[in-house]
């Protein structure tokens, strides 16, 4: 199988560490321009798509395959094997940060550290644990999803981007799920709003950063906190910016928080 075409993998730079940057749901690597480029002088830089995103071979869409995370998990193993001279550095955005997490636990060796940007191991609130969502509402966001996808597009992406000061933000984002195939996306979006990770949080062993921000629709800052408590070793960075995509709409705060993690880290 060809992993550059299926993933759309574009490397650059040439430190000897890899940074490798995945996208979140209904998104494509174009996310992280803003991002991406500030470590290009000092570390070899992997983006990619998911499978089903952006410039990605749909004909690779294996409905069995990407039934869960581990599926997309099992697809970035493949691509730092080919790309990034493993161990290297993971950067995810929202449920790509759980698909990170899935695969260095599987294989930690090839992940010298995890950076989590805006994660969340389950959006629905159950007992103490606070996700952000009641289960109903997640049916109903799902239900709406799948009646009216473009509907649920216009209407959901502003409020995922957040960033008010910056509307061009969020009908960027709004563009970005209208060019992913509809019935490709309501599939992940079932995968990703549905999905329960919380028990795996103990069994991480890589070092980790979980970037937060200070108001965030999707993943409260108490989801950031609970994950801190349940990793064991984790560093938590909340930064102050409205919305669910710190680095594409406040790319500063972020990327100090990011640069000073590796730096600990000598990397």
């Known amino acids: 199988m060809d992993i550059r075409k299926r993933n759309n993998v574009r490397v650059s730079g040439s430190g000897a560490t890899a940074l490798v940057f995945a996208h979140g749901f209904g998104c494509d690597q174009n996310m992280w321009r803003y991002f991406a480029p500030a470590f290009g002088s000092r570390y070899r830089t992997v983006l990619f798509d998911l499978v089903g995103s952006g ?42 940060a759980t698909i990170g997490m899935l ?18 191991p389950c959006f629905i609130n ?95 800052v108490a989801v950031g906190e609970y994950m801190h408590e349940a990793i064991a070793g984790s560093t938590l960075a909340v930064v102050e910016n409205v919305g669910h995509c710190p680095h594409l709409s406040a790319p500063g705060p972020s990327t100090v928080a990011i640069e000073r993690f590796l730096q600990k880290l000598s990397l």
């Open 55 to 96: 410039k990605s071979d749909l004909s690779a869409y294996d409905r069995a395959k990407y039934a869960s995370l581990q599926g997309y998990a099992d697809d970035v193993l493949e691509i730092i094997e080919e790309f990034a001279a493993a161990p290297a550095v993971f950067v995810g955005h929202s449920v790509s």
């Open 103 to 120: 695969a260095a636990i599987r294989s930690p060796g090839c992940f010298a550290a995890n950076v989590m940007i805006g994660p969340s």
């Open 126 to 220: 159950d007992g103490s644990y606070v996700g952000g969502f009641e289960r109903t509402d997640i049916e109903e966001l799902l239900e709406t999803l799948d009646n009216n996808y473009l509907g649920w597009s216009s209407t959901m992406a502003p409020a995922i981007m957040g960033a008010p000061a910056q509307p061009e933000l969020a009908q960027e984002l709004t563009n970005s799920f209208c060019r992913t195939d509809p019935e490709i996306a309501k599939h992940f979006a079932r995968v990703t709003f549905l999905a329960d990770h919380r028990a795996d949080l103990p069994r991480v062993t890589t070092p980790t950063l979980i970037v937060q921000s200070d108001d965030d629709l999707l993943a409260p």
